[in-house]
């Protein structure tokens, strides 16, 4: 967790310094309270969730009628960690149940990062010791094959694709599941498409994808990609996913690239799951467990 820190740090920091900069102004008027508002939205923090955090700061200032620096700071920290509900369950289903592999299934759309944050949890999930199936649903692109091959290529994992360019998604899923079980795997990741231009068309091949898994296996987790950068338009996105499939855990990549953290508080609230992994980077060590306490340190830093 001290990259989190270390990696959110250096862009985040910004928002950290104007809050505190304002509440430890002394002169907590009207003015500033909407200037401390307008940094939390522009953080994408949501308007249900800013408006929460300044009235309670509000009040805990009225009453405290001094301000002191650091007890602002520390205020300001645990409402911020009150927002990112620190007690949701954010564990990964990557553990064999009833004698048969866990099944995550990857879902979001095309450039979230997804099928790098598939190989960057294959490898995470090596080094547990876990013998992991990947498998390459997203058959729309031949390249996307290549590119999750080449990710098992360096974990050291089996990928399950179909060389045919347009191949049935959910043949390619279910035998990735089937190959996960006969070689009795601990856990088999799928990655899919993710073309949104055509909700119906997504929304069917997801869809079927779930339903001929199904006929094998039961889905342990879904995995629904979003990219931090893309703000209230990735909100958007997450919700015609959530129609589609019963997404169980968020994954926000691109963290490093982005002040907008907040969006953490907006997409847990929207979609009522918890981001369970952020996305640091491109490289394959990139990717961390949200922890919300580290998180919020280093948004306030
Ligand atoms: P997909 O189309 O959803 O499978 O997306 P890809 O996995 O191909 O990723 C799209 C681009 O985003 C690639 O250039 C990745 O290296 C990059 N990327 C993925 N995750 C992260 C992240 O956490 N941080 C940064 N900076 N880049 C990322």
Redesign the pocket.
């Known amino acids: 967790m001290a990259r989190l820190r270390e990696r959110l740090s250096r862009s985040n920091t910004a928002l950290g310094k104007a809050l505190l900069a304002l509440l430890a102004g002394g002169k907590l008027d009207d003015e500033a309270w909407e200037e401390v508002e307008d940094t939390l939205l522009q953080a994408d923090l949501g308007v249900e969730a800013t408006t929460e955090v300044v009235d309670s700061l509000k009040t805990r200032v009225q009453v405290a009628g001094v301000v002191d620096e650091d007890e602002v700071r520390g205020w300001l920290h645990e409402e911020l960690l009150k927002q990112v509900n620190p007690t949701m369950d954010r564990r990964i289903a990557a553990s064999r149940v009833d004698g048969r592999p866990a099944v995550v299934l990857v879902v979001?759309?095309?450039?979230?990062?997804?099928?790098?944050?598939v190989g960057k949890l294959a490898r995470v999930l090596v080094a547990e010791d876990k013998d992991v199936v990947l498998g390459a649903a997203?058959t729309f692109r031949a390249a996307?094959a290549d590119?999750l091959e080449t990710w098992g290529a360096r974990v050291g994992v089996p990928t399950v694709r179909s060389d045919r360019e347009g191949a049935d998604p959910a043949a390619v899923a279910f035998d990735a599941v089937k190959g996960g079980a006969e070689s009795e795997a601990d856990v088999v990741l799928i990655?899919t498409a993710?073309r949104l231009h055509n909700k119906s068309n997504l929304m069917d091949e997801l869809g079927k994808i779930k339903r001929v898994i199904e006929k094998q296996s039961p889905i342990d987790e879904v995995l629904l990609?979003l990219d931090a950068t893309t703000g209230q338009n990735g909100l958007r996105q997450a919700e015609v996913f959530a129609e589609a499939v019963d997404v169980t855990g968020i994954v926000l990549?691109?963290?490093?690239?982005t002040a907008k953290g907040g969006i953490v508080v907006a997409v847990q609230r929207q979609l009522g799951v918890p981001v369970k992994l952020?996305?640091?980077?491109?490289g394959p060590d990139?990717?961390a467990p949200f922890d919300p306490a580290a998180f919020v340190d280093a948004v306030l830093d």
């Open positions: 979001g759309v095309n450039g979230t990062g997804k099928t790098t944050t997203d996307a590119q990655d993710g990609v990549t691109k963290l490093d690239g952020v996305g640091l980077g491109e990139d990717l």
